[in-house]
């Protein structure tokens, strides 16, 4: 045990005071007449001497009610492993609050940021002598204070602008990087985490910061929390008159079952679904909804569930990507090779020109443009120069696919062409002769081409093959149609973030009745849907992260500005070199619209970090091994932060144990001198 203030131990030597008054008094001596002697004697044996012991005993208890008092001043705590110092040297604290998603779980309608902000002033007031003082937040991080507080210097931490944000926290990132900037620490090191503590620490903190002391303030745990945790496309093919599936996935994270909870699906501000159902706790479910877009272009849809405990995961917003026109560039070594592909494409177009479609007849590609194209067909080509290899892995970056038909020209590309476009390697031509024939089978029939495209008759549908060249895949090249034995006849490669389908043989009715076959046209048509479906500009981001939105070539020096979820309008300029508009960290939840003028150009959705669900939580035993026992407490949202703050720091106090005491002996000794009726018979 030691004591805060020691000096007023001193004071001990009172308590030697009713000693001597009781020695004193007995010098004072009276005399008292008795008319028998008889009664002396019987007051002798009888009465003084339980005088004198309880005399002997009030002195003790009158002692001890001045030792408990003057212990119990002089600041008694029962010491602990802190390595904390008690003394008049400086102290070094640093707090971090955690301000990311999770922490706007709300409980008894304040958030658990909300009480974060609450317990600082508590944090503060445990602070004695003089103290540097560093606050940080961890979305974005940022020093919120920093200053020095001397004895009888009060600071008022409810003005420190502390917002709730929507993006991931890097807690123990943070922390580690501020704690290693500390150069010239004091001899007292403190950390205050104030955190939902959604990952323990990494195996660092137990060897790199041995001379700090940890005080990590913890949350309540989650009750109520219904999360809508994916809305994708089922159907890559979107068409406005085409049945469009949406897969979504809900789960219940809290440990309560919630029933009859309504699933709501909106689109372009129309309520297209509803489902209502019940979750089991720490259990999820998956919905399929159907739905008719009704138009083309970007449309906005959210996905509904009701308000809970954390409502960041209630809604959902995303976008989809109808495409109104798709504009073709179509590349062949004579006007003959294009005849095929042509009346296939105008079978596509129809009368409402869903396509662009140019035709260039090129023997040798030397030069080429592809700044409003969509999809590059290409017809066997002889010769790709190194520019025009250059612009098509441009325009596969960009977001641009390209279909491939080889013939009796691919044999004779050049390696650099094959190993920059990732094409596969040429083994040999093969055809054969007479009546006889390559069958083409169906080697994924999960890849979205091929999906909701109905084949009764596979054998009839697909094509008889007389002439094909003999590839080799790359590493990353998908099969998706194959001949009989087992050679690739239609292939998906990927490439910079977008494909290229190549045929192994050529629209050609000497090489293949390809053309005769009545799935030429929806397969060709899914195809060019899925190439030009780009949807890069409407996917998804996460909170926090970059949003790339590739614009077109003829809008670059538009005037460009984003519309956020809360309204506000950000001007925008344009990354001239990538012709694409570059949005550097995206801080708010919700849709995102962005204009090139007054016209809107496409629309973009974010969504919370995964590492912000708020079931993620480690709890105490899984954090305080790795700082150390000896270094670390944890502090329950129930409890008294500043005693245990003190306590830790210097540690248990003992006053009230003596103040007990010295409130005991008071009454004890109230007890044994109070006035007795037989004592008073007596005297008279």
Same mark, same amino acid.
């Given at each position: 045990?030691?004591?805060?203030?020691?000096?007023?131990?001193?004071?001990?030597?009172?308590?030697?005071?009713?000693?001597?008054?009781?020695?004193? =008094?007995?010098?004072?001596?009276?005399?008292?007449?008795?008319?028998?002697?008889?009664?002396?004697?019987?007051?002798?044996?009888?009465?003084?001497?339980?005088?004198?012991?309880?005399?002997?005993?009030?002195?003790?208890?009158?002692?001890?009610?001045?030792?408990?008092?003057?212990?119990?001043? =002089?600041?008694?705590?029962?010491?602990?492993?802190?390595?904390?110092?008690?003394?008049?040297?400086?102290?070094?604290?640093?707090?971090?609050?955690?301000?990311?998603?999770?922490?706007?779980?709300?409980?008894?309608?304040?958030?658990?940021?909300?009480?974060?902000?609450?317990?600082?002033?508590?944090?503060?007031?445990?602070?004695?002598?003089?103290?540097?003082?560093?606050?940080?937040?961890?979305?974005?991080?940022?020093?919120?204070?920093? /200053?020095?507080?001397? *004895?009888?210097?009060?600071?008022?931490?409810?003005?420190?602008?502390?917002?709730?944000?929507?993006?991931?926290?890097?807690?123990?990132?943070?922390?580690?990087?501020?704690?290693?900037?500390?150069?010239?620490?004091?001899?007292?090191?403190?950390?205050?985490?104030?955190?939902?503590?959604?990952?323990?620490?990494?195996?660092?903190? =137990?060897? *790199?910061? &041995?001379?700090?002391?940890?005080?990590?303030?913890?949350?309540?745990?989650?009750?109520?929390?219904?999360?809508?945790?994916?809305?994708?496309?089922?159907?890559?093919?979107?068409?406005?008159?085409?049945?469009?599936?949406?897969?979504?996935?809900?789960?219940?994270?809290?440990?309560?079952?919630?029933?009859?909870?309504?699933?709501?699906?909106?689109?372009?501000?129309? $309520?297209?679904?509803?489902?209502? =159902?019940?979750?089991?706790?720490? $259990?999820?479910?998956?919905?399929?909804?159907?739905?008719?877009?009704?138009?083309?272009?970007?449309? $906005?849809?959210?996905?509904?569930?009701?308000?809970?405990?954390?409502?960041?995961?209630?809604?959902? &917003?995303?976008?989809?990507?109808?495409?109104?026109?798709?504009?073709?560039?179509?590349?062949?070594?004579?006007?003959?090779?294009?005849?095929?592909?042509?009346?296939?494409?105008?079978?596509?177009?129809?009368?409402?020109?869903?396509?662009?479609?140019?035709?260039?007849?090129?023997?040798?590609?030397?030069?080429?443009?592809?700044?409003?194209?969509?999809?590059?067909?290409?017809?066997?080509?002889?010769?790709?120069?190194?520019?025009?290899?250059?612009?098509?892995?441009?325009?596969? /970056?960009?977001?641009?696919?390209?279909?491939?038909?080889?013939?009796?020209?691919?044999?004779?590309?050049?390696?650099?062409?094959?190993?920059?476009?990732?094409?596969?390697?040429?083994?040999?031509?093969?055809?054969?002769?007479?009546?006889?024939?390559?069958?083409?089978?169906?080697?994924?029939?999960?890849?979205?081409?091929?999906?909701?495209?109905?084949?009764?008759?596979?054998?009839?549908?697909?094509?008889?093959?007389?002439?094909?060249? $003999?590839? *080799?895949?790359?590493?990353?090249?998908?099969?998706?149609?194959?001949?009989?034995?087992?050679?690739?006849?239609?292939?998906?490669?990927?490439?910079?973030?977008?494909?290229?389908?190549?045929?192994?043989?050529?629209?050609?009715?000497?090489?293949?009745?390809?053309?005769?076959?009545?799935?030429?046209?929806?397969?060709?048509?899914?195809?060019?849907?899925?190439?030009?479906?780009?949807?890069?500009?409407?996917?998804?981001?996460?909170?926090?992260?970059?949003?790339?939105?590739?614009?077109?070539?003829?809008?670059?020096?538009?005037?460009?500005?984003?519309?956020?979820?809360s309204g506000n309008k950000v001007l925008l300029v344009p990354d001239y070199n990538r012709e694409a508009l570059i949005i550097d960290r995206i801080q708010e939840l919700g849709s995102y619209e962005v204009f090139a003028g007054d016209e809107s150009y496409t629309a973009f959705s974010s969504k919370l970090s995964p590492f912000e669900k708020p079931s993620l939580r480690a709890q105490a035993d899984e954090v305080i091994p790795i700082i150390g026992e000896n270094r670390a407490v944890w502090i329950n949202p129930d409890k008294n932060i500043n005693e245990m703050i003190i306590n830790q720091r210097q540690g248990r106090a003992l006053w009230r144990t003596f103040l007990i005491i010295a409130i005991a002996f008071m009454l004890l000794e109230s007890y044994l001198s109070r006035m007795r009726p037989e004592a008073i018979k007596l005297k008279s």
């Amino acid at each position: 045990m030691s004591f805060l203030f020691p000096n007023i131990l001193w004071g001990l030597a009172a308590t030697s005071l009713p000693l001597i008054i009781h020695l004193i =008094s007995l010098r004072q001596t009276k005399t008292v007449d008795f008319s028998s002697i008889r009664h002396i004697q019987a007051l002798e044996n009888e009465t003084i001497r339980k005088l004198k012991i309880r005399q002997w005993l009030l002195i003790a208890l009158r002692m001890g009610i001045i030792t408990a008092l003057v212990l119990m001043v =002089s600041g008694p705590i029962l010491t602990n492993d802190s390595p904390w110092i008690p003394s008049e040297k400086e102290s070094t604290a640093i707090i971090i609050i955690d301000n990311s998603a999770s922490m706007s779980v709300t409980r008894d309608r304040h958030s658990y940021l909300d009480k974060v902000k609450i317990d600082l002033p508590n944090i503060i007031a445990g602070f004695n002598g003089l103290v540097k003082l560093q606050v940080y937040q961890t979305t974005p991080v940022k020093q919120i204070y920093n /200053g020095v507080i001397e *004895e009888g210097m009060t600071i008022n931490p409810t003005i420190w602008n502390i917002p709730q944000a929507f993006g991931r926290d890097k807690l123990w990132f943070v922390a580690d990087s501020v704690l290693k900037s500390i150069t010239n620490p004091a001899v007292n090191k403190e950390c205050y985490i104030l955190s939902d503590f959604p990952t323990p620490p990494p195996s660092n903190f =137990s060897t *790199e910061f &041995t001379d700090w002391q940890f005080y990590l303030l913890g949350q309540e745990p989650l009750v109520d929390n219904v999360s809508i945790s994916n809305i994708s496309a089922v159907s890559q093919i979107k068409l406005p008159n085409h049945l469009l599936k949406l897969n979504t996935k809900i789960d219940n994270m809290g440990p309560i079952e919630r029933r009859n909870v309504p699933v709501e699906l909106y689109l372009n501000k129309e $309520r297209v679904g509803q489902i209502v =159902s019940h979750f089991q706790p720490q $259990r999820s479910k998956e919905f399929l909804f159907q739905v008719y877009p009704g138009k083309s272009g970007v449309i $906005r849809g959210r996905l509904i569930i009701p308000r809970d405990d954390y409502s960041l995961d209630d809604i959902q &917003t995303f976008e989809l990507t109808i495409p109104e026109q798709i504009t073709c560039k179509v590349i062949a070594n004579s006007q003959d090779e294009t005849f095929l592909l042509k009346t296939v494409l105008e079978s596509i177009s129809g009368k409402d020109r869903f396509l662009d479609v140019e035709l260039k007849v090129m023997n040798t590609i030397e030069r080429i443009y592809l700044d409003e194209t969509d999809i590059l067909i290409l017809q066997d080509p002889k010769y790709l120069s190194p520019s025009v290899i250059e612009s098509i892995k441009r325009f596969l /970056g960009g977001g641009g696919s390209i279909l491939w038909f080889s013939g009796e020209n691919y044999a004779g590309l050049t390696q650099i062409t094959k190993s920059n476009l990732k094409l596969p390697k040429f083994i040999e031509n093969v055809q054969v002769s007479g009546e006889s024939y390559f069958s083409v089978d169906v080697t994924d029939r999960d890849n979205p081409i091929l999906q909701e495209l109905n084949l009764r008759d596979v054998s009839a549908a697909l094509p008889q093959v007389y002439q094909y060249n $003999r590839i *080799e895949n790359r590493v990353g090249h998908k099969s998706i149609l194959s001949l009989n034995n087992n050679d690739p006849f239609f292939i998906e490669i990927p490439h910079t973030g977008s494909q290229i389908y190549f045929f192994s043989s050529p629209l050609d009715l000497r090489w293949n009745d390809f053309s005769m076959k009545g799935i030429l046209i929806p397969l060709i048509h899914r195809l060019l849907i899925l190439s030009a479906s780009n949807e890069i500009n409407t996917a998804i981001v996460e909170v926090g992260q970059e949003k790339y939105i590739k614009i077109k070539k003829d809008l670059i020096n538009a005037q460009w500005s984003l519309l956020t979820p809360s309204g506000n309008k950000v001007l925008l300029v344009p990354d001239y070199n990538r012709e694409a508009l570059i949005i550097d960290r995206i801080q708010e939840l919700g849709s995102y619209e962005v204009f090139a003028g007054d016209e809107s150009y496409t629309a973009f959705s974010s969504k919370l970090s995964p590492f912000e669900k708020p079931s993620l939580r480690a709890q105490a035993d899984e954090v305080i091994p790795i700082i150390g026992e000896n270094r670390a407490v944890w502090i329950n949202p129930d409890k008294n932060i500043n005693e245990m703050i003190i306590n830790q720091r210097q540690g248990r106090a003992l006053w009230r144990t003596f103040l007990i005491i010295a409130i005991a002996f008071m009454l004890l000794e109230s007890y044994l001198s109070r006035m007795r009726p037989e004592a008073i018979k007596l005297k008279s």
